[in-house]
């Protein structure tokens, strides 16, 4: 089995490796090539992730390269990882629009549209290119903003899931918390990347025993507090939030907040000059602790899980992706992208059936999906007013004057990743 990572100069490149060689048995990978265009990073990371293969060892032989067609040629797998303009893209998506008093980040409102105009013509374009090698390689985006970037893989034709580790690790909590086992908990998650909610945590399976009732009583202190938000709300609302709703449900509070600070790309820009010192060292054959801040927790898990039963291996059977609706919440088209668990195997995910959905959730479902409709379009297709439209419908901005000034701050912006700018 030979897989594929793009992108795999990323510093968080050693906990994907870390997966692979600890759950080597579910996915038995023969050849592991990872593809970055920064050699230098890719030299330290490549060093780091060959002797962490050979410390716990795993047979797989890893190869780096800078060239995208040589490193997916017959790969049965790729995976997306990649930030088109690093930590100083990022970084301007999470400070230019404070100024106009709207949430800076990187995946949702203003910033996130950013991203994903920079980010969908790069790996449309990479998906091409898969598909010219191996056809029938599935692609794995983990890349932000997962659901409009696995809309646009998927229009496109290409055999494509979304990934995100926010339920993963709502798994882990809160098999902690129950004392029990990851596999016995069965999220009822339901949304979109990044806008989700757990409206249900059963044990033992997709009909089993609904214990967040007791959940929430229990150990609701701790769960608001790893939201952010007040224990009241969460009690009042009966379910988890995903920490992104903070932006939403609490967004003024946020935006003062982040005025006070550096931003989240300026802290991870430190820590990555931390991380890429250390993976230097040709003592270090495990993943750093330090690691563990940089986020991305649970993503080798996630991702072994994902790709073992695409493939054909050990996978568990029912997975939280980001997968086409197909009719799953009635009130989104069937080709919008959302965010639920599905039964995986080689033939794809197909969502499982959801909940009824509450009016409050529903409603913002509705409206974040039309912004992607319109983000995906400004993408694909480019212009200034497509981008002025998406900017307006985001339930974070959605005023005609923030609209204005924030599309002529993200043209400036990032003019040198828009062809058409």
């Known amino acids: 089995m030979k897989l594929a990572v793009v992108g795999g100069g990323s510093t968080y490149t050693p906990e994907l490796i870390d997966g692979f060689a600890r759950l080597r048995d579910t996915l038995p990978v023969e050849e592991l090539v990872l593809v970055d265009p920064a050699a230098d990073r890719l030299e330290l990371v490549g060093g780091l992730a060959r002797r962490i293969f050979a410390k716990q060892g795993h047979p797989g032989k890893i190869v780096t390269t800078s060239d995208i067609d040589a490193g997916v040629a017959d790969a049965d797998a790729v995976l997306l990882q990649l930030r088109v303009g690093g930590q100083a893209a990022r970084n301007q998506d999470e400070t230019w629009p404070l100024e106009c008093g709207c949430i800076g980040q990187e995946t949702t409102g203003a910033g996130g549209l950013a991203k994903a105009l920079r980010t969908v013509p790069v790996v449309l374009d990479i998906a ?12 794995i985006d ?73 959940l929430i009583a229990q150990h609701g202190d701790a769960i608001a507090d790893d939201l952010r938000m007040p224990r009241a709300v969460v009690d009042r609302l009966g379910v988890v939030p995903s920490y992104y709703l903070r932006y939403f449900y609490a967004h003024d509070e946020v935006v003062r907040e982040l005025g006070t600070k550096p931003s989240r790309a300026a802290e991870v820009a430190e820590m990555e000059t ?66 639920v668990q599905a039964r995986v195997d080689g033939t794809g995910a197909t969502p499982l059936a959801v909940p009824e959905l509450d009016p409050l959730y529903a409603g913002l479902i509705a409206n974040v999906t039309a912004y992607e409709d319109l983000a995906l379009e400004a993408a694909l297709r480019g212009g200034r007013d497509r981008v002025f439209k998406a900017l307006l419908s985001h339930p974070l901005i959605g005023q005609f004057e923030y609209a204005e000034a924030l599309t002529d701050k993200l043209i400036a912006h990032n003019r040198e990743h828009l062809a058409w700018a």
């Open 142 to 214: 983990f890349t932000n903003p997962v659901g409009i970037v696995t809309r646009a893989l998927l229009q496109a034709g290409h055999k494509a899931v979304g990934l995100c580790n926010v339920a993963i690790g709502f798994q882990r909590k809160f098999a902690r918390l129950l004392d029990v086992t990851p596999g016995e908990v069965h999220l009822d998650h339901v949304g979109l990347n990044h806008l989700s909610w757990e409206l249900g945590v059963r044990l033992g399976g997709p009909e089993g025993e609904n214990v967040l009732p007791r």
């Open 274 to 339: 931390e991380l890429l010192a250390m993976y230097g060292d040709p003592a270090l054959d495990e993943k750093p602790a330090l690691l563990a801040k940089r986020g991305g927790a649970f993503y080798s898990e996630a991702a072994v899980d994902l790709a073992a039963s695409l493939l054909g291996g050990g996978g568990s059977a029912v997975q939280v992706v980001n997968t086409y609706n197909k009719g799953t919440l009635p009130f989104l088209p069937d080709d919008a992208v959302i965010e």
């Open 128 to 139: 091409e290119r898969v598909r010219r090698t191996n056809p029938n390689a599935w692609i």
